[in-house]
């Protein structure tokens, strides 16, 4: 059992376990899924996984890295993580457990740009890299899923 219950257990079989979302960036392999795991590979040796210290248990829907060491991942909770060291450690940035709204895509524009989309019209801005981030909703009448985004 993990040392800290708000932490992800360091599963010896975690890359055997749900994977939802992925990200390649500088010639490695980034992958989210349940019980917070995350999850790093070099693409030149994708069968051999390392798993990140993240500070959430919540299933992960998705992740982006903007460059080879900032990234985010969002899940369940309305919970949002970051790491500024390439995806070694991944510490909380935002958590609305009372919200029971998930979140399932993330994307940055730039370092500092950035929005998180989920369930019922409920989405999230930061203009600061995470420091802060200010909620948003689509329409107030109607529950519109928010699923993936994409800059094409």
């Known amino acids: 059992m993990p040392s ?5 257990w360091q599963a010896p079989l ?7 979302a992925l990200d390649v960036v500088d010639q490695r392999i980034l992958a989210v899924g349940e019980r917070g795991h995350i999850l790093q590979a070099s693409t030149s040796t994708p069968t051999q996984w390392s ?6 248990q919540v299933l992960l829907n998705a992740v982006v890295m903007h460059d080879g060491r900032k990234g985010w991942a969002v899940g369940h909770d309305a919970v949002i993580v970051a790491t ?4 070694q450690n991944w510490h909380s940035q935002f958590q609305a457990i009372e919200e029971q709204r998930p979140l399932f895509d993330i994307w940055f524009g730039d370092a500092s740009h950035g929005i998180a989309i989920g369930a019922y ?3 999230l801005v930061t203009s600061d890299g995470g420091t ?3 909620s948003r909703v689509v329409n107030e009448e109607h529950d519109y899923h928010l699923n993936a985004i994409t800059d094409n």
């Open 4 to 8: 800290n219950p708000a932490h992800a």
């Open 14 to 20: 975690a890359s055997q376990s749900l994977l939802i």
């Open 51 to 56: 798993q990140a210290s993240v500070d959430v």
């Open 84 to 87: 500024t060291d390439g995806g």
């Open 121 to 123: 019209g409920y989405y």
């Open 132 to 134: 802060s981030w200010q």
